[in-house]
């Protein structure tokens, strides 16, 4: 699984053409099973939250979280 940045996130939307919703923020959902629900960790030691398919356990996305500046 790829390590998603704040860069990466802030570029993604929907792939709806001509889309008029709102994409200045988004929901993750599991590609698997849209709708179950997902469980989210923090791992302290490599600093990411790690999102998985709360149905069948299968990885959606790591999202590393910024440093404080």
């Known amino acids: ?14 792939a709806t053409p001509n889309c008029t919703h709102d994409h200045s923020m988004f929901y993750l959902h599991s590609r698997c099973h849209t709708a179950t629900g997902v469980h989210v960790t923090y791992y302290k030691a490599t600093g990411t939250l790690k999102i998985i398919c709360a149905r069948c356990e299968r990885p959606v996305a790591e999202i590393a979280v910024a440093q404080r500046v």
């Not at 699984?1 to 929907?14: A, H, N, P």
Request: proline share 0%; glycine share 14%; net charge negative.
């Open 1 to 14: 699984m790829t390590t998603l940045s704040r860069e990466q996130l802030d570029g993604m939307g929907c």
